[in-house]
């Protein structure tokens, strides 16, 4: 079992940034393909951005490219997202997910295993 928490979000205005972090226990966390999705209110569950076990490969939605960087400490058990200029379209709460066996990452939800609870992620225009 791995148990995820995440923290960091809350309320920001347009071109903003928040840093969401997601704190993994239960298996070591260097084992786990890591991600973080989004949903919005009405809407699906959409993938934002993922990583491997080592964090040395990533990969982002188109709409968050070049504004929004995933990144691990393994040490510390840790998964984060820096966000940066924050849209209101990235209004959502914002979900880190944890695969056992899709080390290498992956932008499809059904992959992962475990979620955390979330964390809101308000943006203000």
């Known amino acids: 079992q791995v148990q995820l928490v995440e923290s960091g979000g809350g309320l920001v205005q347009a071109e903003g940034s928040l840093r969401l972090s997601c704190r993994g226990t239960?298996?070591?966390?260097?084992?786990?393909?890591m991600g973080w999705f989004r949903q919005a209110p009405g809407k699906e569950r959409q993938f934002v951005a993922t990583?491997?076990?080592?964090?040395?490969?990533?990969d982002y939605a188109d709409s968050v490219k070049g504004r929004f960087t995933i990144s691990r400490d393994n040490v510390k058990a840790t998964l984060f997202l820096q966000m940066n200029s924050l849209k209101p379209e990235d209004t959502a709460v914002y979900y880190c997910a944890a695969s056992t066996w899709a080390v290498h990452g992956t932008k499809n939800d059904y992959e992962y295993g475990f979620w955390g609870p979330g964390t809101p992620v308000t943006v203000s225009s």
């Open positions: 990583t491997d076990w080592s964090g040395e490969k990533t």
């Open positions: 239960g298996r070591p966390f260097s084992s786990l393909g």
